[in-house]
C-alpha cells in the first residue's frame, strides 16, 4: 500500500492536486484522514433533514474536473433549507494551506456574519 500511495502522490503532485510543499507523511495523513471520512459519510445513518444553514466551499481548480461530484446537490438531499454554495482558491487540500486558505477564511467569515444577522432578525 506505501508503494501505491508513493505513486499517487506524485500522480496527484502532477496534476496539481497536491501541493507541491506536502510531503509524504502530510500526504499519508491526508489520505488516512480521507480514508475515515469515506468510512464515516457510508456508514452513518442519518434519518430526517438538518435545519440549519450548510456553506458548501468549492474548489476553483476542481471545477472543471469531469469526475467531480456536484457538491451542493449531494449536501442538499440532508438539509431542510438550501445550501449555500461559495468558490474558494486553490483545489480539495491546497485551500486548507496559504495562501488560499485567507481567502477559504474569508468566505466563510462573511458567511457566518450573514447567519448572525438573518438570527438577529428572526429572534
Known sequence: ???MLELMIKDWKVKGLLGKDIDRK???QL??????????TYSYQFNGKYNQ??????????MDNPL???EVKFWQ???????I??????NHHTMLLNPCVSSLAEIIQ???VRFSHERTKHS
Open 1 to 3: 500500500i506505501r508503494d
Open 26 to 28: 502530510m500526504a499519508e
Open 31 to 40: 489520505f488516512s484522514g480521507f480514508l475515515a471520512n469515506m468510512e464515516a
Open 53 to 62: 444553514e450548510v456553506l458548501c466551499v468549492l474548489a476553483e481548480e476542481e
Open 68 to 70: 467531480r461530484v456536484d
Open 77 to 83: 438531499q440532508y438539509c431542510a433549507r438550501p445550501v
Open 85 to 90: 454554495a461559495r468558490t474558494t482558491t486553490g
Open 110 to 112: 462573511k458567511v457566518i
